[in-house]
């Protein structure tokens, strides 16, 4: 982490900006390669992520909504997500590798995380529908592997709405400090981004480089909307001004 600890009468300087991946940070081509090979080897049939729509989605329900698409059900329990995650890593990892895949990041957004490093008081952090395994190679491929000390992830819970708590309390324990969820704000490229933060009394920032055009997500009615995040000073101001973090 950063700088020093924030002590508690500190704590209105501070803000945790939680990004969502897909479509917000990075833009994956042909995804489904890796994904759909893993759903075979682990469940036993050619499931395909392509019926469905994944955007905001959690892969535990992605999954069970492959399941439903396909007329089966899906499998009792929680021990197959470990399987499925170990294999999509693997899956994911082989076909960057091998260029079937690739992942690319958006523009501005490493202009962005790396100037939020250099501000003091904004700290980034991740909220994806993603195993943690399938984040971290996402995020290494795109070149932004370490630049979020926290995060939460699909594997954590199959409910996109409980994410947001979860990486705000790891943050929690690594500052050894509590941070009100007025003082966090969820960056995301769907309505189910905007769900989460709602969920979690959080703002939200909507940005138009996902599925969903900009009047789409105006509509939704978000703290902010923001074209993209190429122009690292509007995105950064607007950050300030929805954590009412004083500029100077």
């Known amino acids: 982490m950063k700088g020093n600890t924030p002590k508690e009468d500190q704590l209105k300087q501070y803000g945790l900006v939680l990004f969502d991946i897909d479509g917000t940070l990075t833009r994956s081509q042909h995804g489904f390669i890796p994904f759909n090979e893993a759903f075979l080897k682990t469940f036993g049939f050619a499931g395909d992520i392509r019926t469905v729509i994944p955007d905001g989605n959690t892969d535990p329900l992605i999954v069970e909504e492959i399941f439903a698409k396909a007329g089966r059900r899906a499998q009792d329990g929680e021990a197959w997500q470990q399987t499925f995650a170990t294999n999509l890593r693997d899956s994911y990892a082989r076909a960057i590798r091998e260029g079937r895949t690739t992942v690319r990041v958006l523009p501005g957004v490493l202009e962005l995380v790396q100037a939020l490093g250099n501000f003091p008081g904004l700290y980034p952090g991740i909220v994806t529908g993603n195993f943690e395994v ?99 000073g509007a995105a950064i101001t607007t950050l300030l001004a929805l954590l009412q973090i004083p500029v100077g």
């Open 134 to 232: 399938t984040a971290r190679i996402k995020l290494e491929a795109a070149g932004l592997s370490g630049y979020f000390p926290v995060g939460a992830y699909g594997s954590d819970a199959r409910n996109r709405t409980d994410l947001p708590g979860i990486a705000k309390r790891r943050w929690e324990e690594m500052a050894g400090a509590s941070l009100g969820p007025e003082r966090c704000v969820v960056v995301g490229d769907t309505p189910k981004d905007l769900e989460a933060a709602r969920a979690n009394r959080m703002k939200c920032a909507l940005v138009g480089t996902g599925r969903y055009a900009g009047e789409q997500l105006l509509s939704c009615g978000p703290d902010a909307c923001l074209k993209d995040l190429s122009d690292t």
